[in-house]
């Protein structure tokens, strides 16, 4: 299982934001997941996307981040 993800949508412009943001700070490449199609993920994640998520201890952090936010997050 990769340690990272980011939870977003088909065609969201604000995920290929987070996607830049994540890129400009060399972060780690996360695994995509698409909510569009799966109900559970709808419920949770609907309205919060993109949203990254640390696999290790189930931390999230929510869009908007910038780059600052991203280094804080991961210490």
């Known amino acids: 299982m990769p340690r990272y993800v980011l939870y977003q949508r088909d065609d969201c412009h604000l995920c290929d934001q987070a996607l830049a943001v ?5 972060f780690p490449e996360p695994e ?7 109900v559970a993920l709808e419920d949770t994640y609907g ?9 290790r201890d ?3 952090l929510d869009w908007p981040f910038d780059a600052g936010q991203v280094q804080a997050w991961m210490r």
């Open 22 to 26: 994540l890129a400009s700070i060399r």
């Open 47 to 55: 309205t919060r996307v993109p949203v990254l998520r640390d696999n």
């Open 32 to 38: 995509s997941v698409f909510i569009d199609d799966d």
């Open 58 to 60: 189930g931390r999230e």
